[in-house]
Every structure is written in structure tokens, then in C-alpha cells.
């Protein structure tokens, strides 16, 4: 799948769309994607809001895994574990995933987020299974 | 806090009010909140994006701990692990946290999350950090 | 199978039997499983080392497959989360595990540990595969 | 510390020397620490105990965390996720701690762990609180 490709398929996802997620690139291992702040995306204590972050998380690597089957395989997540390290307060969150294992069912994942100033704002790894 | 005040510390939040989350009920230990399924939470396999029920865990841990403390101790989310079991695909995901340890520092939390036939969809465990 | 016969697998493994653990309890949902503390168990600050807590975690949703199964389903752990809660002192470590959800290929487990005053001392969800 | 006082401090602790951890070599942000295979970290598929490998996660990041503080901090482990992607047959499993945060009250790294033929075998994230 073509860079372009990748986008569509994201951005037909009703709610990565809705969050504003971006496919900024694509390597060999996995891509990058980000997230513009904006004021609906944030929390009570008006920094980006958890569940923000790990939706990115989950689509870095669901996009990571388009790019390496070429969209021909079907995949669901199976679980996700995320820590926060730093909270975001404006600019843009950078998601870079890396596929770690391709396995016959399951494909584990991590993902390093950035914050504006490139400094690692949360770390994920996440599990997808392969589906027939 | 009443279950008015929950909700309202709740809706305030942008990201919540995007995603249509309620809080339903206080419990000794924790609330449960909930969120209907809508066309714009679903991913490109047409149910429950990941990242939408990794943000109702983070909310009911932050709800439950909101309610605990009385909305008086600022909180911040420090980690976040979620296995997804089944997938939604249509009606109301409820999700009801259990306040598991309440430290000088950390608070740790179990969420389980049910579908529309009560089935267990997902549980996630969740890291909060008092902040002084 | 037989308590007996979950007893034997389990301390057929040399892991479990270095470290001491024993099978207490069959539950329609899981097993119990114990592990006295004993020196050669601490950690340099004198406690239950983090990682004699995680493998009674491993062990306590293996044995609650193996007794779900009737120990004919060959299974892997593909991944596991725990939460420390409070530090082991003394006395026994109980682990207990609920399967949450069988499915055809992955198998997601919580497992509940206690510390000698039955206060929650850790908790963890354990994922494992089943093997064709 | 020096990596002499590393591995003094790492096989001072009784379940470290049982295991057969050995520290391996220091590194600006992190630590090299390995275990050989041996008859008794086996389960019951005869490969080594997941345990063992969560144990070794622990580990290289509390002894990482040694080396960051020049081993004048005392710390707790408060969890821990650990993804399994390849099983441990023979040969030595080598761990490589990462430091990603180190905040004024939790230390947050990553843990690859390599087996003999240098393929990734599995990856953690560890939390780890500063105590005061």
C-alpha cells in the first residue's frame, strides 16, 4: 500500500477521523502517524486525554500492520498496555510504531510517542491477532 | 461528589462529551459508566474502535477516583493495560471500575467492561499518580 | 483432572518446584495456587522478589487452563501484566486465577494474589495461546 | 557503581543467585544482564518458565535503576507487562534494560530480551517508584 492508500484507509475509520489522526510516513517496520492537540481531545486538567493516546497507539500499529500484509490481512486488537510519561499540552502527539514479532496469529508491536520538543511522551506495546 | 457532580466533572471534559460517555452509578469502590455505539466510534472492521474503550478505562478509573477522594486530589494517569475480549458492535458499552489499592502515591484500578448482553468485552487495569 | 494430578504437572515443571509453589484449590473458573515465603525468595530490600510474584501469575492461569482443558490442550503465555500492591514480608502468597475468556485461540486470565492478612497484595491478567 | 558492585548488589539478592543472573555490562542508559538455560528453569513444554524471563525483566531494570543512582536510591517495582514472542530452548537469554523516564517518583524503562541467536524473545515495560 502506497502512503496515500495507508491515509485513506485510516481516515475511513470513522473514529480516527474523528480524533484528527494523520499517516505521516512509512518504514520498514512499521509507520508514523500524528495527532494535532485541539480543544476537544482534552482532559479535566486540560492535557491531552489518556484515551487519545492510546487510540493512537492502537492505530499505529493496526496501520503498521496494513502496510506490512498490504491490507490483505484482517487483524483485531487483543490487548494494549501503554504508560505516560509525559502529558501534552499543545503541538502535535507523533505515534512511531515498530513491529516487533510477526507471528503466524499474533503480532506484537511497539509504539514510541513524541511530543512537540521530540521528547518520548508514552510508550505502548500492543498485540494483534491475525484473523482467518 | 453526587452522581450530578461525577457527571458533570465527567462531561466537562471535551474528549468525554466527544465520545458520549454517561456516568451511570456511584459504588463503594468505584462508578460505572457507559457509552452508546455510534457510527463514529466504529474502526475500519465497522465495530467499537480500540481506542474508544481504552478511553472508557481510563475514565472510569479517573471517575472512580474522583468520587473516592471527593474530587479534591489532583490525578493523573500513569498506566494503562486492556485485553480486548469481544467486539462491540452495536448497543452500549458499560464499564465499572473497582478501586483496588488506594496508596500515598499510586492508585490501581480493575475495569471490566461488559456489551449489550452482558458478556465481559474487555478489563483493563489502570495506574493513577496522585499528584501534591 | 484430579487436584492431585494438577498438583503433579505443576511440580513437574522444575521452575515451580524451585521456587515452592503448590496447588491448593479447584474453582469452576480457575485454580488456587500458594507459595510460601522463604529466604531464598527475597529481593535486596528483603521482600518477595517481584519476580517469584509474576510466575506464581504464569503458573496460577496455566494450571486453571490445564484443569479447564483436562490437561489436553497444549498452551503458551503470550503476555502478562501485574500490578504490585503491597510487599511480601512473610507468611504464604495465594494466588487465585478466574479464566475471563476462553477463546479459540487466545485465553485471557485475571489472577487475584493475597499476602497472609488476605489483603490484595498484587494483581495480574495473563494471556495465553492454545497450541494446535 | 561499578559493574563489580553491580553484580555484587545483583547476586545479593537470594532469588537472583538461584536464578543464575549474572550482570553483563553497563550502559549509559540501561544495563546488560543474561541467565543461562539450565535443567531447572524449564516448564512443563520443556522450554524456559515465563517466569524466569519476567524475573529477568525485574531485574535489568532494578539494577539499570542501580547504575542510574549510583545505588543511593531505594525503589519498588509497581508493575510490569511482558509480551513472550519467541520460547527459550537452550543457550543464554540476554536482557537490556532501557531507562525512558526517570521522573521525581516513578522510573519507567523498556527490557528486550535477546536468546542465543540475538532474535528478540520478549519485550517488557517496568515501572519501577522511587521510595522516599
Not at 505516560?84 to 514510541?112: E, F
Amino acid at each position: 500500500m502506497t502512503l496515500r492508500e495507508l491515509r485513506e484507509l485510516s481516515e475511513g475509520m470513522p473514529f480516527n477521523k474523528l480524533v484528527g489522526i494523520r499517516v505521516v510516513r512509512q518504514h520498514s517496520d512499521g509507520v508514523t502517524i500524528a495527532c494535532p492537540m485541539s480543544e476537544r481531545l482534552r482532559n479535566s486538567a486540560g492535557v491531552m486525554h489518556g484515551g487519545v493516546m492510546a487510540t493512537l497507539a492502537d492505530v499505529a500499529m493496526g496501520v503498521g500492520l496494513a502496510s506490512h500484509f498490504d491490507g490483505r490481512r484482517p487483524v483485531t486488537t487483543t490487548d494494549m498496555k501503554i504508560n505516560y510519561l509525559r502529558p501534552i499540552q499543545n503541538g502535535k502527539l507523533v505515534a512511531r510504531s515498530h513491529l516487533l514479532r510477526v507471528g503466524k496469529r499474533l503480532c506484537v508491536g511497539r509504539v514510541d510517542m513524541f511530543d512537540a520538543k521530540r521528547q518520548l511522551a508514552a510508550v505502548a506495546i500492543v498485540t494483534y491477532m491475525l484473523l482467518e
